[in-house]
């Protein structure tokens, strides 16, 4: 048994700060005590009340000064992507094609996913992300680097070899057959391994043939508890297209429903450009959205209307959708969230972007029971963060005390220097 307790200030979320709570869904914890129990979570209380009780052998990790808060879950990320970021198109169809599936082809070389696998992590890390959904490319040796990767650094992570069998390049091309095979194959090896978790995970309905889109929901049937990811409703000229593809279809999401593609643990990147009908179908399912702001700017996609979802019931997490969006860390994602959300005239409450961050996205991963934030019991994976890490920060976070008001500057301020250490099952990387 391995006993340890961090010293601290904590700030993390108990509920939806949206659903009426605001800032009383976060506890604020000023000089607090977190026990951590061999990786588990055992407890939060004021360091004036613990101190005194706990014996002289527990070891105390002394961050006072600093705001930890519950790991990152970035919902929607590519990791072959990391060499494509900043690439210069007009819009999403025109990225893939001139930048992302070249650059996909690499990974055929298992050494080469190896490195960029290796690369992708330690991005993650060092920007307190401690659990995503991953997208790999087509070739299953691109899962297998990044599962072993993942496996290695013992991080909660959920991905998946990419399928696609039609409009793409021919040397991306899997078949209806081979998908269902060769995800099948990973699906058993490496599905619910230590923290890792497999992803059914067709690109998105226009790569997919009907015949493999029917495999994804034959593979979903026989592996219930496994995860789907896709996109959806990215982009305009994305919605024409695959409405043109599947004449058949109410819309664009009602080709995976018809798949069997929409169920919980089932998410989908984008969710821009859905109608009611659609947002209601998620929300009886409880399939989730993955909100990308900095891609959906970066691509010129559109404003994904965050209230809009949640008073359909829509679950959403928040996304950093890695090489579509610019930066891997999710305090700039949390910035560009609120800015795409108050240009809709919405304006969110700091608690509900750190619920978006961390509790919400493990809502959406159907991982609360695991990680989130710091009930007893969750798997202690935390960033400390450093409200004076930049002179800038420094300044603006000594004027207020306030832990809600010193994240919200942390985020819109704050970057990776902003991360000064990321915990995974209670240890240090
Ligand atoms: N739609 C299909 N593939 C992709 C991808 O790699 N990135 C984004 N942002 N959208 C997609
Ligand atoms: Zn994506």
């Known amino acids: 048994m391995t006993l340890k307790a961090i010293r601290a200030d904590f700030l993390h979320c108990l509920a939806d700060p949206g659903a009426g709570a605001g800032a009383t869904a976060c506890e604020d914890l000023a000089d607090g005590l977190l026990v951590i129990r061999d990786g588990l979570i055992d407890g939060l209380q004021p360091a004036a009340t613990l101190l005194p009780l706990l014996g002289g052998d527990i070891e105390i990790e002394d961050w006072r000064g600093h705001l930890v808060v519950p790991g990152f879950v970035d919902t929607h990320a590519h990791y072959p992507q990391v060499d494509v970021i900043a690439s210069h198109a007009t819009q999403l169809l025109d990225w893939l094609e ?5 650059e996909e082809r690499k990974f055929a070389e298992r050494s080469h996913a190896e490195a960029v696998a290796t690369f992708f992590l330690d ?9 995503a959904a991953v997208f790999c490319t087509v070739h299953p040796q691109s899962a297998e680097a990044f599962f072993a990767a993942a496996e290695q650094r013992n991080l909660r992570m959920i991905a998946g070899k990419c399928l696609m069998d039609r409009h793409c390049p021919e040397y991306l091309r899997d078949t209806a057959e081979s998908a269902y095979r060769e995800s099948k194959a990973l699906i058993e090896r490496w599905h619910g391994k230590g923290r890792l978790g497999y992803a059914i995970t067709p690109r998105f309905a226009p790569t997919s043939t009907p015949a493999q889109l029917a495999a994804c929901g034959r593979l979903a049937r026989e592996h219930p508890d496994t995860w789907i990811q896709s996109h959806v409703a990215e982009s305009k000229s994305e919605v024409t297209w695959a409405r043109e593809l599947f004449p058949g279809s109410r819309s664009y999401l009602d080709v995976y429903d018809r798949a069997g593609l929409l169920r919980e643990r089932a ?8 109608d009611d009908a659609d947002r209601a179908r998620m929300a009886a399912s409880g399939t989730a959205a993955a ?7 970066f691509l010129g996609s559109g404003l994904y209307d965050y209230r809009q979802a ?5 679950t959403t997490g928040l996304a950093t959708d890695v090489g579509g969006g610019t930066s891997y860390s999710m305090l700039t994602t949390m910035a560009e969230g609120y800015k ?3 240009l809709l005239g919405t304006n969110l409450h700091p608690a509900e972007l750190l619920y978006l961050a961390t509790l919400a996205g493990a809502q959406a991963l159907g991982l609360a029971h695991r990680i989130g934030n710091f009930a007893p019991g969750k798997e202690a994976d935390f960033a400390v963060l450093a409200p004076a890490a930049t002179p800038q920060l420094a300044r603006r976070t000594g004027l207020r005390e306030n832990a809600l008001d010193r994240f919200f500057a942390l985020m819109m301020l704050g970057d ?6 990321t915990y995974v099952m209670g240890n240090r990387f």
């Open 98 to 102: 001139r930048y992302t599936y070249p």
């Open 123 to 131: 991005r993650l890390i060092e920007n307190g992300t401690t659990t």
């Open 267 to 274: 998410v989908y990147g984008h969710c821009i450009w859905l």
């Open 291 to 297: 909100f990308c702001p900095t891609s959906n700017l």
């Open 310 to 314: 949640s008073a359909a019931g829509v």
């Open 340 to 342: 795409v959300q108050q």
């Open 416 to 421: 990776k220097r902003a991360v000064a250490a």
